[in-house]
């Protein structure tokens, strides 16, 4: 039996393909593509602009699969977070973060992640998978969906973050991908300014986002020398801060010298010294750069402490002195662990132990 093909899995190129493999029109994909992912409808008898028999043989042929609902818990704040199984033992987060000038919807690349940062929830549930094209893009649809944005004919979602569980640049063909779907003029058609990508520093994956597609960068700093940030982010150690840095001047120079954000967690003692301050000052001098300081948001078995307000304050103040644009980035949906850092908590224990428990009751 051939295998279903999944609609949320191809982009226009892969879809118009696959129309001329059924000897069909190749803008037949344009019209699925509208369908999709302007109107919400995956619904073939609701392609009223296609022939009968072809939504019939559509619907022996193809699927709309995308990842599953689970919970959805709303943050006094008005955030909003979904539980979404991907798999009998997975299940990855988003959220969504409303605010008065845009919606922001922070986006999973893997189940789990391998980098195994040290103030990290995800990084401690350890990595299951990548996630397919249609599993990250049906995210957005999902999101859109529950949102009421088809219905309304309203864009609630104005920015779409890859700072979710994972690191997307490892697995970079898959999140490329539902990224130019994101932005194409017959998918969500973002801006690729309002599209961003951020990762922990995997050197070769910059380089080849860079030549690859256009779209906003964020660097997972959170140090700003090689003893600190190996302890915080342990794939500093293959692509230390000299390389990393290295990596970013090439990317801002093939990027007309886009600003590139710069994301570091205030942890109390760590690295929130007014020398941490001068380094981050010092190392960020080569590039383009904004700074978002990170409140860290503690988690069960956590070792660090956030830093108190003041401190936060003087560290910020030192960057802003010295030119650096930056801003301390307000924590939101921490009452239900869907600030930075805490997506997933025991989420994936929790399904590994149900999986457990169901193997045993079969022996």
């Known amino acids: 039996m051939n295998p279903v093909t999944n609609f949320f899995d191809m982009n226009q190129h892969a879809m118009r393909e696959f129309f001329t ?38 619907a022996e042929q193809t699927t709309f699969s995308i990842p599953t609902p689970v919970s959805r818990q709303t943050s006094r704040d008005g955030t909003r977070k979904w539980l979404l199984r991907i798999d ?28 195994n940062c040290s103030f990290c929830s995800t990084g401690k549930q350890g990595f299951n998978r990548n996630l397919s094209v249609s599993e990250i893009i049906g995210q ?27 690191e997307p640049l490892l697995n970079f063909d898959n999140v490329v991908m539902a990224m130019e779907l994101m932005k194409h003029d017959l998918g969500f058609n973002l801006s690729q300014k309002r599209v961003t990508l951020s990762t922990a520093g995997i050197v070769p994956g910059i380089d080849r986002l860079a030549e690859t597609t256009r779209v906003s960068l964020a660097v997972s700093l959170h140090a700003a020398n090689d003893d600190t940030r190996n302890k915080l982010v342990p794939i500093n150690r293959r692509y230390p801060l000299s390389e990393l840095m290295a990596a970013c001047q090439r990317y801002t120079k ?19 010294s007014e020398r941490d301050a001068r380094q981050l000052v010092n190392i960020l001098s080569t590039v383009p750069a904004k700074v978002n300081l990170i409140p860290f948001n503690p988690f069960p078995g956590s070792q660090y ?17 010295h030119g650096v644009i930056t801003i301390t980035r307000k924590t939101r949906g921490d009452d239900i662990d869907a600030a930075c850092g805490q997506l997933v908590g025991q989420v994936i224990a929790r399904a590994r132990r149900l999986q457990q428990g169901h193997a045993f009751q079969q022996q």
């Open 305 to 321: 402490k956030c830093s108190s307000k003041q401190t936060i304050d003087q560290f910020r103040d030192i960057l802003m002195q």
């Open 88 to 115: 009998e033992l997975n299940c990855i987060e988003t959220v969504f973060i409303p605010e008065k000038d845009r919606g922001t919807l922070c986006i999973s690349s893997q189940a789990g992640c391998p980098l």
């Open 21 to 58: 493999r059924m000897e069909e029109k190749p803008y037949r994909a344009d019209q699925i593509m509208k369908w999709i992912y302007h109107q919400g409808i995956t619904d073939f008898d609701k392609m009223t602009d296609i022939s009968k028999d072809l939504r019939q043989h559509l």
């Open 140 to 166: 957005l649809w999902l999101a859109n969906l529950e949102l009421g944005s088809f219905q309304q004919r309203q864009r609630l979602i104005t920015n779409v973050v890859m700072m979710g569980m994972g």
């Open 254 to 272: 093939r990027r007309d010298n886009d600003t590139i954000t710069f994301e570091y967690v205030m942890l109390d003692g760590i690295n929130d």
